[in-house]
């Protein structure tokens, strides 16, 4: 499903919101059907999924406060404004899945930073603003790529490529949204 | 030099920084250049002691490394991070293939703090 196939990007957008929906809820069931089982399977190396889950928690409060200073910058106009809500959204469910595993897990969930240092002083346009999510999106993708194979517990690592499949979703609307090739290679890296 | 520490040095010095700026965008779900994110900010990296950007909260694992970073620490630190640091934060599988780490190394030393 991409923008390109509807006549306008509203129609395109309306289609996108009401599948990405459907997957998602999909994908928070999978997870959380998971997450029930990662206590009886979870054996000594806890302790480092514990401190991979916390990295991705970091990343993801992160990219939380990053779209909130995209949606309280005033240059995103209403259809995109509602995209990086949702795509907001997404990296809170994903924040929240993550420390309630990490607090299943018995470890301490990473907390959100008082203050983020993003560079707002090159966000002037709505351009801008995407571009920089996009770029976060795609260091994200890359780095739940870098993650799930370090998972001892399989659960975990498939919850993670699940987290990863959305990030890519989220690059891909981006850099479309940008007027670039949404997914200009066949592989992620 | 050992034979194999030339090889690693010349492959090392041939790393292109324009190909390594491409490939940086991968570390940039965590890190940034000219401050700091979920990783502590990457320009004036070379040189640098691991684990001594000034209000950054490192593992203690990073902390305790006694790694200074150049490009043979460098290189070995990206091909496998939780294995030359045991108990990094930076828990990414790391990059396998030479000729991209060398290209990420020669971008980050060419890197200046005024890149945001």
Known sequence: ?????????????????????????GSAIALLAGR??????SGGSKASDVNILNTALAAELEAVAAYQVGAESGLLQK???????????????HADLLAKT???????????KSKYAFPVEGLKAQADVLRFAAGLERGAVSAYLGA??????????????????DEAMHWAILRNALGENPVPEAFVS | MSFEGALLAAALAAGDPQAGEQLYARCQACHALAYDRVGPRHCG??????????????????????????EQTLDRFLA????????????????ADAKERADLIAYLASATCDKR
């Open chain 1, 1 to 25: 499903m991409s923008f390109l196939a509807f006549a306008s990007p509203l129609a395109a957008r309306r289609a996108f919101l009401g599948r990405s929906g459907l997957l998602l809820s």
């Open chain 1, 36 to 41: 029930d089982v990662l206590a009886a399977k």
């Open chain 1, 79 to 93: 259809p995109v404004l509602a995209l990086a809500l949702q795509f907001q959204g997404h990296h809170k469910e």
């Open chain 1, 102 to 112: 990490v607090q299943k897990l018995g470890g301490a969930p990473a907390a959100a």
């Open chain 1, 148 to 165: 799930v194979p370090l998972f001892a517990n399989r659960e975990l690592a498939k919850a993670a490529a699940s987290i990863l499949g």
């Open chain 2, 45 to 70: 990296l070379l040189g640098r002691r691991a684990g001594a950007v000034p209000g950054f909260e490192y593992s203690h694992a990073m902390k305790r490394s006694k790694l200074v970073w150049n």
């Open chain 2, 80 to 95: 496998d991070p939780l294995k030359t640091v045991p108990g990094t934060t930076m828990t990414y599988a790391g990059v």
